[in-house]
Nanobody
Framework: QVQLVESGGGLVQAGGSLRLSCAAS????????VGWFRQAPGKEREVVAA????????YVADSVEGRFTISRDNVKNTVYLQMNSLKPEDTAVYYC?????????????????WGQGTQVTVSS
């Protein structure tokens, strides 16, 4: 079992930055793929970024390329999403998810464990 808790969300002005954290419990987290997803009101959940078990392989969506960075610290059992140059269209609930696989995963259906989400609101 893996339990995930997101933190770091909040209200920020356009152009600002936030760093989201996804803290995990469970011994298998260090060998799990992790993804960050977001869901805005009235929209489908979409992948934002993903990282493999070691952190050496990452993916970021085109919509956030160059602005968001995903990283992980397996000693701390935590995955981070650094978000810079935030835009109003980044406003959403952000979720982290984990899957007990070593490779990179970008589809929400691939993930078995989800956090409760953290709200990110970007004002114009």
């Amino acid at each position: 079992q893996v339990q995930l808790v997101e933190s770091g969300g909040g209200l920020v002005q356009a152009g600002g930055s936030l760093r989201l954290s996804c803290a995990a419990s469970g011994r298998t987290f260090s060998s799990s793929a992790v993804g960050w997803f977001r869901q805005a009101p009235g929209k489908e959940r979409e992948v934002v970024a993903a990282i493999n078990w070691s952190g050496y392989s990452t993916y970021v969506a085109d919509s956030v390329e160059g602005r968001f960075t995903i990283s992980r610290d397996n000693v701390k059992n935590t995955v981070y999403l650094q978000m810079n140059s935030l835009k109003p269209e980044d406003t959403a609930v952000y979720y982290c998810a984990a899957d007990r696989t070593l490779g990179l995963r970008t589809l929400s259906n691939d993930y078995d464990y989800w956090g409760q989400g953290t709200q990110v609101t970007v004002s114009s």
